[in-house]
Every structure is written in structure tokens, then in C-alpha cells.
């Protein structure tokens, strides 16, 4: 008598039963051979495996209120290079996530970002495939570090918050008390920006929307902190500050920080120490 599930599938199910919902693991097990599983036959052999989604609690409303200089900043990293998603599947059960994909390199910083919410999800690790990303190809080979939160309360807080799917084409954006601006500027500027320190020091965030651009820049300016913004093409814009700017606003930012990316931080480390800002 076959047996309806194979080793090959047992081994599927322990490496994907966090990062993957029940539904997504059946629909790939099904592709494997001709013997069709259910979600439920899937769920129980689970079970009987000893493997639970519910592995670890954790905190699923973090983000309901962005009272600490921590949250904020995640929230702006979330905003720049996290990811969230809500889908239907053809049973009527819904499936919500959170999630984030960093190189490898950057794992630590994944790593403070499960601790924390709890250490509610294993960290996922896997090499990336040649693929297609709005018509350009990207070539794969490299590793790539991944943490998964399926829940929808942490769903809609960020939707709340200004995070939002399909962000490229939207123009929401999160807004911070002013206390955590730089807090929630730092996560932005780690997720999706940049420091250079080389011939002169420049800090700058790429991003597709112009409103939310364009309101960092004002809330700057309170700080006598002068940027510019400019349009590489329709849904990429560019803002830069440069020299004095660019050191009073990274200033402000490692100013008290609870978090932050290691190695952007060594860049504007290393440029202090080259030029006696650190003195």
C-alpha cells in the first residue's frame, strides 16, 4: 500500500511549516505526485510530527501603538524594506502576513527584529533564484535571510500605521510622534536608504513615493536640516543631504538609538573618525 505521504514530503513539511501557510504546503505537496492531499490531512500530519505553528508566543500587537523609540524605529524599517500581505484562498480562509527578507550579511539585524516581538518565528534561510522584478532581470545566486509572522492583528496595526501592500503605486505613509521621528527615520534610512562617506559624506533614501519624501524633508528643515529631492523616473525618487547637512542629520540619528544597522553605522563611524568629528 503507498503511503500517502512521501519522505520527501515529511522533510517538505518540517522545513516549511513556519514560513509557509497550510494551504501553500498541500498545493505543493500536490505538485510532487498524483496522490492529492487536503489541508486537514496536511495540518494532521503536522500535528502527529509535533510541529505547531503556535512554536513560540509572541507579541502580535506590537505595533498597535508606536510609544517607544524601538518600535518606531521598526516601524519606519517596516515601512522601507518589510513586506506585508493578506490573501484569500479558495476555501474562504484568509491568510495574513508580515515579513521581512534581508542578504544574509544582515542577519543579526533580522535577528533583533524577531527578539523584538518575541522570537515568534525561526529565521529562515534560502539562495535566490534568477528572477523577473518589473521587467528587469535580477540575477540569483545570492543568500538571503527571511522572517515570517503569519497574524492578522499585526496585519491590520500596520495597515493602520501607514504600511500598506502593493506600496510602489500607494501613497500612504506612517507618521510619528515628533519625539520618534529620527528614531523612525533611522529604520526608514536602514531599510531603503544609504550613507557614503567617501570624498564627502551624503546620506540619501530612495522610495517611490513622492509624498512621503517631500514630508521628511519638511520635518527636516525644522532641524535647519536642508535636503534634496529628484525624480530618477515616474515611481523612483531620490532624497539626498550632503556634507554639514548630511552630519547634522546622522547626528540626530545615532543620537541615543536603540537600534540600528551595523554596517551603515561603521560608515559614518569611520567617517567621523577620518575627518575629527568623533574628537
Avoid at 506590537?62 to 516601524?75: H, N, P, R, V
Wanted: contains cysteine.
Amino acid at each position: 500500500m503507498r503511503r500517502i505521504f512521501t519522505d520527501k514530503e515529511l522533510n517538505f513539511i518540517q522545513d516549511h511549516y513556519l514560513d509557509m501557510t497550510y494551504q501553500e504546503i498541500t498545493d505543493k505537496l500536490n505538485e510532487f505526485n498524483d496522490i492529492k492531499k487536503t489541508n486537514k490531512q496536511v495540518r494532521t500530519k503536522a500535528s502527529v510530527m509535533g510541529l505547531s505553528k503556535k512554536k513560540h508566543d509572541y507579541d502580535r500587537r506590537y505595533f498597535e501603538y508606536i510609544d517607544t523609540s524601538e518600535k518606531a524605529y521598526w516601524l519606519g524599517f517596516m515601512f522601507a524594506d518589510g513586506y506585508i500581505t493578506r490573501k484569500e484562498r479558495e476555501n474562504g480562509q484568509t491568510t495574513s502576513e508580515v515579513a521581512i527578507e534581508l542578504n544574509e550579511k544582515d542577519c543579526s539585524h533580522l535577528q533583533k527584529f524577531n527578539e523584538a516581538l518575541g522570537n515568534g518565528s525561526d529565521i529562515k534561510f534560502k539562495i535566490q533564484k534568477d528572477r523577473m522584478i518589473k521587467s528587469v532581470h535580477v540575477r540569483g545566486g545570492h543568500k538571503t535571510v527571511t522572517v515570517r509572522y503569519y497574524s492578522s492583528e499585526m496585519y491590520f496595526d500596520l495597515v493602520d500605521k501607514g504600511v500598506v501592500q502593493n506600496k510602489t503605486y500607494r501613497f500612504e505613509f506612517p507618521k510619528v510622534e515628533e519625539k520618534y521621528f529620527f528614531n523612525f527615520l533611522l529604520g526608514v534610512i536602514d531599510g531603503d536608504g544609504y550613507i557614503s562617506g567617501k570624498e564627502y559624506l551624503m546620506v540619501g533614501i530612495v522610495n517611490p513615493n513622492l509624498k512621503f519624501l517631500k514630508y521628511v524633508q519638511e520635518s527636516l528643515f525644522k532641524y535647519d536640516i536642508k535636503t534634496h529631492i529628484h525624480a530618477e523616473d515616474k515611481w523612483k525618487y531620490r532624497l539626498t543631504a550632503v556634507g554639514k547637512n548630511a552630519e547634522a542629520l546622522l547626528s540626530e540619528l545615532y543620537k541615543n538609538a536603540p537600534v540600528y544597522l551595523r554596517r551603515k553605522y561603521v560608515i559614518y563611524k569611520q567617517y567621523t573618525l577620518n575627518t575629527g568629528l568623533a574628537s
